[in-house]
């Protein structure tokens, strides 16, 4: 493993590191991004949300998406490569060093001209925002710690405004429990037509709020 690049900031000693064919941002101990570095579409993490993705893609046309919490933009990097540059992103990412590292490290050999990198706040990006989004990825935390703020009703009630009839919003449930998960579903009912969870080969949690018809075959390797 190779460090190319490390800096301590107040949430932590952030290091871009490379090893092989992949590219990744760590805070210590914690990833926040991975990317593969060759021609590869699909990404190393966040694996069952870019399958979700792109069921959801063959069965509605997406035009905009949001990541909150962009980091080195991982879910980003998968978009733009397999739908050719064609889906407007915002990404939205509060710390200006990571958007540094981002666009000297991560980027390179892609289009971006649908890419937005927005410095701000999540919480505050999605209040204020004019903008509806067909799907919407939740990926907030702080080291390997995930935000409390994320698991309230204000919060999806602001998701809920910016996301339309049919759509999806994701959550990043890392180091939560599966009761935790069901506890935000439960609170979600109120704002969404339904949920679902998913989970990965590394016992990763991830909730999605539905809106409109979905049929969840094409993702059923996921499914809890």
């Known amino acids: 493993m190779v460090i190319l690049e490390t800096a301590i900031t107040k949430d932590g000693t952030l290091s871009v590191v490379e090893r092989d064919n992949m590219l990744a941002l760590r805070n210590g101990d914690s990833g926040y991004s991975c990317i593969y570095t060759d021609n590869s579409t699909y990404q190393p993490i966040y694996v069952p949300v870019q399958y979700l993705f792109e069921d959801?893609?063959?069965?509605?046309?997406?035009?905009?998406?949001?990541?909150?919490?962009?980091?080195?933009?991982?879910?980003?990097?998968?978009?733009?490569?397999?739908?050719?540059?064609?889906?407007?992103?915002?990404?939205?990412?509060?710390?200006?060093?990571?958007?540094?590292?981002?666009?000297?490290?991560?980027?390179?050999?892609?289009?971006?001209?649908?890419?937005?990198?927005?410095?701000?706040?999540?919480?505050?990006?999605?209040?204020?925002?004019?903008?509806?989004?067909?799907?919407?990825?939740?990926d907030l935390f702080v080291g390997g710690i995930s935000i409390r703020q994320s698991h309230t009703r204000n919060f999806l009630i602001n998701l809920s405004k910016h996301t339309g009839k049919h759509s999806i919003v994701v959550f990043n449930e890392y180091q939560r429990t599966l009761q935790q998960c069901k506890n935000l579903c439960t609170m979600g009912i109120d704002y969404f037509d339904k949920s679902i969870i998913l989970k990965d080969e590394e016992n990763t949690y991830y909730v999605a709020f539905i809106n409109g018809e979905y049929d969840e075959y094409g993702i059923k390797q996921y499914l809890l």
Not at 67 to 86: A, H, Q, V
Not at 102 to 123: M, P, Q, R
């Open 56 to 138: 959801f893609a063959c069965k509605k046309n997406i035009g905009r998406v949001a990541i909150l919490g962009g980091g080195c933009c991982s879910f980003p990097r998968f978009i733009i490569k397999k739908y050719n540059n064609t889906i407007f992103v915002d990404s939205i990412e509060y710390l200006p060093l990571i958007i540094d590292y981002t666009k000297k490290y991560f980027l390179k050999g892609i289009e971006t001209n649908k890419l937005n990198i927005i410095k701000d706040d999540a919480f505050h990006f999605i209040e204020r925002t004019t903008n509806k989004y067909d799907f919407i990825f939740v």
